[in-house]
């Protein structure tokens, strides 16, 4: 099944954490919410989803 990855965009505060640690860039920061710009890149690594403090991402 392919990756998908859900933003709970009214928890975010656009901390740019996931943008930072993700190390594929599969996000960029756009009016202060993450946006995925390369999901085909992402490994599921679980990073984004485990260190964004709001609980804002859920990668599947
Ligand atoms: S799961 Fe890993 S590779 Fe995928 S978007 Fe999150 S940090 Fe990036
Ligand atoms: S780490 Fe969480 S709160 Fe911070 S920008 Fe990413 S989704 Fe938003």
Do not use: H, Y
């Given at each position: 099944?392919?990756?998908?990855?859900?933003?709970?965009?009214?928890?975010?505060?656009?901390?740019?954490?996931?943008?930072?640690?993700?190390?594929?860039?599969?996000?960029?920061?756009?009016?202060?919410?993450?946006?995925?710009?390369?999901?085909?890149?992402?490994?599921?690594?679980?990073?984004?989803?485990?260190?964004c403090?709001?609980?804002?991402?859920?990668?599947?």
């Open positions: 099944m392919p990756v998908q990855i859900l933003l709970e965009a009214s928890w975010c505060k656009g901390c740019a954490i996931c943008v930072d640690l993700c190390a594929k860039n599969v996000f960029v920061m756009k009016n202060n919410l993450p946006v995925i710009v390369n999901l085909p890149a992402c490994t599921r690594c679980m990073l984004c989803e485990m260190r403090p709001d609980f804002a991402l859920t990668v599947i």
